[in-house]
């Protein structure tokens, strides 16, 4: 029962290089989402997929692009790495409520610890 | 702007003795809320959701209460256990696929 699995877990980076973060679910979510956690500020939606074939901005997307590959996976890319996308990311995926998904609890992955030099 | 707020952020208490914690937002139109569990170098956990329409939920040893007027939430834990130390995130649904984070109030309970 993986549930949200995230990888790798840990990635060190230049500024400037350009990587891939990956997640997969294995519940047969409509949704996904890709969260940003720093310390004192809480969770930080960045991109999120309502469903399959589809992709909509958060509150940070600046810096990033994301691929919804199929149901299971969705993918994070940072393009040029900068200091200030040193974070903890996690990725999250829920059902697909009557309301545009408005009543489903989100489920996370164990999250990726990404520091940018 | 639409705003969660938890306090205090840490909390300590002695083995057995029920808590609340707190959570606030600033926007009563909400869609739901949702209490999870966060331990050290993992992921969250959901613990409880309470729609917009509900006034509380209960599992096990935890009761979380929405009072959408005055924009509070709270999440009691009953005779607490070591095994509850963690960090407690509050996380408001304002629109439709939006969920705003609390930034977490850390427990732990002594032995």
């Known amino acids: 029962n993986a549930g949200v699995t995230q990888t790798p877990k840990f990635q060190v980076l230049k500024t400037g290089q350009s990587m891939t973060l990956q997640c997969a679910q294995d519940m047969n979510h409509n949704s996904m989402y890709w969260y940003r956690q720093d310390p004192g500020m809480g969770l930080r939606l960045i991109y999120y997929s309502a469903s399959e074939g589809t992709t909509d901005k958060g509150e940070v997307p600046n810096g990033y692009n994301v691929s919804r590959l199929n149901k299971r996976e969705f993918s994070l890319r940072l393009e040029s790495a900068a200091p200030s996308q040193t974070s903890v990311y996690f990725c999250?995926?829920?059902?697909?409520?009557?309301?545009?998904?408005?009543?489903?609890?989100?489920?996370f992955g164990d999250g990726t610890r990404l520091s940018i030099l | 702007k639409q705003e969660v707020t938890q306090i205090p952020a840490a909390l300590s208490v002695p083995e057995g003795e029920n808590l609340v914690l707190n959570c606030s937002f600033t926007?009563?139109?909400?869609?739901?809320l949702q209490w999870f569990r966060q331990d050290p170098g993992k992921g969250l956990t959901s613990l409880l959701l309470i729609q917009s329409s509900q006034r509380e939920q209960t599992s096990g040893r935890l009761n979380a209460s929405l009072d959408k007027s005055s924009g509070r939430s709270t999440l009691y834990i009953a005779a607490s256990q070591p095994g509850d130390s963690a960090t407690y995130l509050c996380?408001?649904?304002?629109?439709?696929?939006?969920?705003?984070f609390g930034t977490g109030t850390r427990l732990t309970v002594i032995p």
């Open positions: 999250a995926s829920s059902e697909l409520g009557r309301r545009y998904n408005s009543n489903q609890p989100q489920h």
């Open positions: 926007d009563s139109a909400i869609y739901n």
């Open positions: 996380a408001v649904k304002f629109g439709a696929n939006n969920l705003f």
